[in-house]
């Protein structure tokens, strides 16, 4: 289960992190597009700069599959994980993202802040500021509606693998992971605009979701909401595809291993 986790959560973050989505979302953004802040990021922060606010993340995206797996045998352990009803993984992955939510709320204020100013020396520093001023759980309501995302995620996935693949080890698996990612962001992304909103400048947005919300639909239209969306659906099918791919593998990994070892033992 170490293995899986660590082979879960640094292949789709390897792929997906370096996208400039946050960078995009802010309320005085200076950049004229997703090529453009790409280009400019590069430019003056080098490589380092895509991937500010990395440390730590991979273990949220390999809790989310760990808590995903326990909710779905809860509802019926005697069922295997692809035998289960649709409904059962849409409840599973609800599940999934409240409990990782917690963790992921000062996961990602530690890695917008990074991404968004340079008055930390790094995550460790910014994670104390965040302790010592009681913000760790800045913008955990939009956090909340954003990870409820892992829904229609998981349906995603199985409705592919279930209705359209035969091939559920490699490119099937790949195609089925990379829809789930676009279908999962397609769902919630308004939530992560306030969410970022919020994270950002939480004094400018210090009266909740609610009220961030409207000020924002109030002072820029509907398209804030959207704002940012081009590089996230770019990131989401790589992203995510090797994710999945990265998870199937380590489990059929683990699996043979493990029948390996009964063989061994019997023997």
Avoid at 85 to 107: D, N, Y
Wanted: glycine share 8%; aromatic share 10%.
């Amino acid at each position: 289960m170490a293995d899986d986790i660590r082979s879960v959560g640094l292949a789709g973050l390897a792929v997906g992190h370096p996208f400039v989505k946050v960078r995009l979302q802010g309320r005085d953004t200076r950049y004229k597009g997703t090529f453009n802040c790409l280009i400019t990021t590069l430019r003056n922060e080098k490589i380092y700069g895509l991937y500010k606010g990395m440390a730590g993340v991979a273990v949220v995206n390999a809790l989310v599959f760990g808590s995903f797996n326990w909710i779905l045998q809860l509802q019926d352990p005697s069922l295997a994980p692809q035998a289960q009803p649709l409904r059962h993984i849409f409840v599973a992955g609800l599940g999934a993202g409240i409990i990782t939510s917690l963790v992921t709320c000062p996961m990602e204020l530690v890695k917008v802040q990074l991404q968004q100013n340079n008055l930390y020396k790094g995550p460790i520093d910014c994670l104390r500021h965040m302790i010592r001023t009681r913000r760790c759980f800045t913008g955990l309501a939009p956090t909340v509606m954003r990870e409820l995302s892992f829904g229609p995620y998981f349906v995603a996935y199985e409705v592919v693998t279930r209705s359209f693949m035969s091939d559920t080890s490699g490119l099937g698996v790949i195609f089925a992971g990379g829809v789930a990612g676009i279908a999962a962001w397609c769902s919630t992304y308004p939530a992560d605009v306030i969410k970022t909103r919020i994270q950002t400048e939480p004094s400018q947005y210090r009266h909740g979701m609610m009220a961030a919300f409207k000020e924002c639909y109030r002072k820029e239209g509907p398209s804030v909401f959207v704002r940012g969306l081009t590089p996230t659906l770019l990131r989401a099918f790589p992203s995510n595809a090797a994710t999945f791919f990265a998870y199937t593998w380590t489990m059929d990994l683990l699996s043979r291993n493990y029948e390996e070892a009964k063989v061994a033992a019997v023997l």
